[in-house]
């Protein structure tokens, strides 16, 4: 709660668009398909650093755990009040007890041939989404990949 917000009007589509360009080449190295979804401007009542930051956290995340030849694709779409950032992986996915905990600072989750981070990515994410008036949401499903949802307030 220390780093202060600016709320404005921020194009979430074009920053999702940098942060996946800011992350082709990880991608690449790894042949990991890093795709962007949208067509239009999506604008959200939000600050511009922390939706980067958050979509970076979940790219980031979204890369590390998905295998060579995987996928990861972020989509951006507006809803009735709503600016909605889909992150989607072909990941290890997580388990019905870790998706319960995803989010609480510190929880790690431990994976063979994975170097686990401090466990803060998600819990800075959900934090600043929180701050914004937004919210996420985590679906998985083990072996199967995860989606993280950001959902913001249409401006």
């Known amino acids: 709660g220390r780093w202060p917000l600016e709320i404005a009007r ?3 589509a074009s920053i999702a668009q940098a942060v996946v360009d ?10 990991i398909t890093l795709d962007l979804g949208f067509g239009e401007p999506a604008l959200a009542r939000a600050d511009a650093a ?10 980031c995340n979204a890369l590390t755990y998905t295998a060579e030849g995987g996928t990861v694709r972020v989509d951006v779409t507006e809803e009735e009040g709503a600016v909605v950032a889909l992150v989607r992986d072909s990941g290890i996915g997580f388990t019905p007890e870790e998706s319960r905990r995803a989010g609480i600072p510190f929880q790690r989750f431990d994976r063979s041939g ?3 981070g401090g466990g803060l990515g ?5 934090g ?9 949401r985590l679906a998985s499903e083990p072996g199967a990949g995860s989606a993280m949802e950001l959902r913001l307030p249409k401006a």
């Open 128 to 136: 600043l989404a929180r701050r914004m008036g937004g919210a996420m």
């Open 10 to 12: 921020v194009d979430v």
């Open 122 to 126: 998600i819990a800075i994410a959900m």
């Open 50 to 59: 922390a939706v980067r930051r958050i979509l970076t956290n979940l790219v």
């Open 114 to 116: 994975s170097v686990t």
């Open 22 to 31: 800011e992350h082709g080449g990880r991608a690449f190295s790894r042949r």
